[in-house]
């Protein structure tokens, strides 16, 4: 029925509809001008995700008063937003009822839908994978013995990777290249001194283009709740790395 509404109402008539329904009545007159512009193409070709997310809404007021689906509330509008993200994902994954119901209806044949739970039980499954570990693959950290998922099948997080990334297990076992400690450490000693020159200083600027570059800084903790993150050899340049800046 959603489809139907979409595909046979007059398209003038279903900008304006649309845009003032998703709180953008303000540029109704603008996208029109750019439609007509345009040679007034397909709307499905012409302005896809306000379709999308048209139809989202549409589906949702078809639903409610006829309750297709069950227990659908009115309050459920503010979980349905979370829908605007499908066309920018791969994998959706939710614990919520409502999102189980409806999600499938709006996926494409490459998403995927996760039910929460499900993803939940086989991280779990990960832990008890990893933790099985000999304790001097654990030191390696995560970066080193968890970088891809295991190659058993029966984990979901391994069939994600293989319908996703496929190319993962030619990745893993290509050779890395010997990295020289003593190298590494200069090339960080040279990243710190250009982060923290006196002749850098912060702006207000917001647009990125009129600037020469940017940094950005993530603080990462070197542990993970029980897991380490990095080796314990990393670890402890990194630690010796802060000193020398104290």
Known sequence: MTDTIIDNMDPEWLIRFGLNLLGASETVEYVLSEWVRKRRPPLRDHLPYFVFMLMINIFFCLVLPTQLLSKVKPSHKIDLAYLYYLPFC????????????????????????VNG?????????????????????????????????PDDTAFLITRLWDKYMPGWRVARDVPKPVRDPEEEKRLVEDLNRHADSPELQPTDEQDIDKMDYATFRRMVYPKKGRWLRFSEEQIQRILESEKDKI
């Open 117 to 149: 739970t499900e993803l939940k039980e086989d991280l779990k499954r990960l832990v008890a994978h990893y933790e099985e570990l000999p304790e001097d693959v654990l030191k390696t950290g995560l970066i080193h013995f968890a970088a891809y998922p």
């Open 90 to 113: 791969s994998v959706f994954t939710s614990k919520d009822n409502f999102h189980a119901d409806i999600v499938p209806l709006f996926l494409s044949s490459e998403q995927t839908f």
